[in-house]
């Protein structure tokens, strides 16, 4: 909704609404069926990395369109509003580039990664591990040639389509994270079948002694933590920001079908019950895209704002879950069939409900956060 967001290059934000919006109708029906099928329709993914939509946030000499946390708001909450390709989890591993990677792994990386042309993948979760990570048992030993990574990992957006793959693993420092090809030996993949965010599926990745460089290091040894908790903001306020296009869209969707069907004498937005389930969710979808908003310039700023962005995912989930609950009482039959896209966006919100932050463990942070010094948050 940008009711407060604050792109750069304004310009860059007009025509990036504008165009992704045809992207969108233009190439519905392939997109549908990529989503049907739980395919990651890669073509389309280039296409949107040419026109600077997968690497909003990444230098414009690194292959990026050079833009802030506004511009990469922008792009996810865009690519909710028209169910386009999420390249969140690229965007994440573009900024742990930006931040951590030496000069040969950005060179390496960085372009293809910003222009669609790379698939990234993020390998976190075990079947074992997932809010805490702690319990993480992939390893990683140091031996006279380099490291032997070990484990399994679970539910890998695009670990089976990517080339490249970010990994945490125990070492005897701590937490390390390495960039490993999916082509080298020992690493095998096997794609799973989400419920929602179809288009880029998910994966079991496996880890049988992976060898690797120490080039292959994605920071020092020991210092996974640092790495992981260093874009925790930003995927939370791209989750926030695909989830209020997720909203939008369902609203708006609903409204018009809503107003050109008849029932009894009128239509059915002149009830003034469906009235006011509209002005409920729009409320909710507008406070959290200023929240979201708020959060966005914060980060651009350069100002901590982990509580702002949690916040900001939260409500982000309550809202879309709400809206898209309740819009099919403005919809009916209409809505529960596949044509329409209701269901899957129902589908897609439980995703981002768990994954990269799930609503529990954001609760806690912000409880967390109140407990420890009410009075400084206003209380
Ligand atoms: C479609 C999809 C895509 C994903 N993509 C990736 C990916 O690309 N890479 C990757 O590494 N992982 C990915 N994940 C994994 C995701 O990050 C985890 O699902 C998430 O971390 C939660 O872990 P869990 O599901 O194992 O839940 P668990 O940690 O087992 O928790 C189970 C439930 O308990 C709740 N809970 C946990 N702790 C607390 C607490 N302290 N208080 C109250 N409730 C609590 C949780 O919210 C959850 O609902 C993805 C998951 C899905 C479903």
Redesign the pocket.
Request: aromatic share 8%.
């Given at each position: 909704m940008y009711v407060e967001l604050h792109p750069a290059n304004p310009e860059w934000a007009a025509v990036t609404i504008r165009d992704m919006a045809a992207f969108g109708i233009e190439h519905r029906s392939e997109l549908d069926s990529a989503s049907r099928d739980a395919r990651f329709p890669r073509d389309l993914y280039v296409e949107m990395g040419r026109r600077g939509w997968v690497g909003p946030m990444t230098p414009i000499a690194d292959g990026g369109s050079g833009g802030g946390v506004a511009e990469y708001c922008l792009v996810e909450e865009e690519v909710g509003r028209h169910r386009l390709i999420s390249p969140q989890?690229s965007i994440q591993g573009q900024c742990w580039l930006l931040a951590w990677g030496s000069p040969e792994q950005r060179q390496r990386y960085l372009p293809g990664i910003a222009t669609g042309e790379c698939i990234f993948?993020?390998?976190?979760?075990e079947p074992g591990v997932?809010?805490?990570l702690k319990l993480m048992r992939a390893t990683a030993t140091r031996d006279a040639d380099g490291w032997v990574i070990n484990g399994h990992?679970c539910?890998?957006?695009l670990g089976h389509q990517c080339d490249v793959t970010l990994v945490y693993a125990m070492t005897d420092a701590g937490l390390t994270a390495f960039l490993v090809d999916r082509t080298t030996h020992g690493l095998s993949t096997r794609q799973t079948d989400?419920i929602?965010?179809r288009m880029i599926p998910?994966a079991d990745v496996m880890f049988d002694n992976v060898r690797v460089p120490d080039t292959a290091l994605l920071g020092e040894p020991g210092m996974g933590m640092q790495t992981f908790l260093s874009t925790f903001n930003l995927s939370r306020l791209g989750n926030a920001s695909e989830l209020i296009g997720w909203g939008r869209r369902a609203l708006a969707e609903a409204i018009a079908y809503a107003a050109e069907r008849r029932v009894g004498d009128g239509m059915v937005t002149d009830f003034q019950g469906i009235q006011w389930t509209v002005a409920n969710l729009y409320a909710e979808l507008y406070a959290a895209s200023l929240v979201r908003d708020h959060a966005a310039t914060l980060s651009d700023q350069g100002t901590e704002h982990s509580l702002e962005t949690t916040l900001a995912k939260m409500l982000a989930v309550n809202a879309a879950e709400h809206t898209i609950n309740e819009v099919f009482a403005l919809v009916g039959a209409h809505g529960l069939y596949r044509e329409q896209d209701f269901g899957d966006m129902l589908q897609d919100i439980k995703?981002l409900r768990?994954?990269?932050g799930?609503?529990?463990?954001l609760r806690?942070y912000i409880a967390r956060r109140i407990l420890r010094h009410p009075e400084a948050l206003g209380l």
């Amino acid at each position: 909704m940008y009711v407060e967001l604050h792109p750069a290059n304004p310009e860059w934000a007009a025509v990036t609404i504008r165009d992704m919006a045809a992207f969108g109708i233009e190439h519905r029906s392939e997109l549908d069926s990529a989503s049907r099928d739980a395919r990651f329709p890669r073509d389309l993914y280039v296409e949107m990395g040419r026109r600077g939509w997968v690497g909003p946030m990444t230098p414009i000499a690194d292959g990026g369109s050079g833009g802030g946390v506004a511009e990469y708001c922008l792009v996810e909450e865009e690519v909710g509003r028209h169910r386009l390709i999420s390249p969140q989890i690229s965007i994440q591993g573009q900024c742990w580039l930006l931040a951590w990677g030496s000069p040969e792994q950005r060179q390496r990386y960085l372009p293809g990664i910003a222009t669609g042309e790379c698939i990234f993948s993020e390998s976190i979760s075990e079947p074992g591990v997932g809010s805490s990570l702690k319990l993480m048992r992939a390893t990683a030993t140091r031996d006279a040639d380099g490291w032997v990574i070990n484990g399994h990992k679970c539910h890998v957006n695009l670990g089976h389509q990517c080339d490249v793959t970010l990994v945490y693993a125990m070492t005897d420092a701590g937490l390390t994270a390495f960039l490993v090809d999916r082509t080298t030996h020992g690493l095998s993949t096997r794609q799973t079948d989400p419920i929602g965010l179809r288009m880029i599926p998910t994966a079991d990745v496996m880890f049988d002694n992976v060898r690797v460089p120490d080039t292959a290091l994605l920071g020092e040894p020991g210092m996974g933590m640092q790495t992981f908790l260093s874009t925790f903001n930003l995927s939370r306020l791209g989750n926030a920001s695909e989830l209020i296009g997720w909203g939008r869209r369902a609203l708006a969707e609903a409204i018009a079908y809503a107003a050109e069907r008849r029932v009894g004498d009128g239509m059915v937005t002149d009830f003034q019950g469906i009235q006011w389930t509209v002005a409920n969710l729009y409320a909710e979808l507008y406070a959290a895209s200023l929240v979201r908003d708020h959060a966005a310039t914060l980060s651009d700023q350069g100002t901590e704002h982990s509580l702002e962005t949690t916040l900001a995912k939260m409500l982000a989930v309550n809202a879309a879950e709400h809206t898209i609950n309740e819009v099919f009482a403005l919809v009916g039959a209409h809505g529960l069939y596949r044509e329409q896209d209701f269901g899957d966006m129902l589908q897609d919100i439980k995703v981002l409900r768990v994954a990269g932050g799930s609503l529990e463990v954001l609760r806690n942070y912000i409880a967390r956060r109140i407990l420890r010094h009410p009075e400084a948050l206003g209380l």
